[in-house]
């Protein structure tokens, strides 16, 4: 999986461009993905994630990081043994394909705006 470009609001994966927040996990992409709290990211939010138990999940908090991560979030994300790494939307974009070199089975959860 690569990501090929982000810019606010969009973000090109494979040659597929998507203008809604998605998750990248193994070969599959989910488009639409939507959080029950809006710009907090819970445990429930991440489930098709959980369920494919990678070894780092990636969250790009937005295009200006707005996005937060609980610590309630945070510590179930431990307890699954999932490496957690957060940075905004273009930095996440960028770590996830430099990982994405490595083999290390990795997920993403991308918010695409703010």
Known sequence: ???DS??????II???EYSS????????????WRRKR????????????INNKPT????????SGKMIIPNETRHFLLEEEILLEID??????????ELSKTGVNIAA??????
């Open 88 to 97: 905004d939307t273009n930095k996440a974009v960028e770590r996830f394909n």
């Open 56 to 63: 780092v999940l990636i969250v790009g908090s937005g295009k």
């Open 14 to 16: 494979n040659g597929v």
């Open 109 to 114: 959860a991308l918010h695409l705006a703010c």
């Open 1 to 3: 999986m690569h990501i």
């Open 38 to 49: 809006g710009h907090s990211l819970s445990d429930k939010d991440l489930q098709p994630v």
């Open 21 to 32: 927040d998605c998750i990248i996990f193994g070969d599959s992409v989910k488009p639409n």
């Open 6 to 11: 982000y810019k606010f609001g969009k973000i």
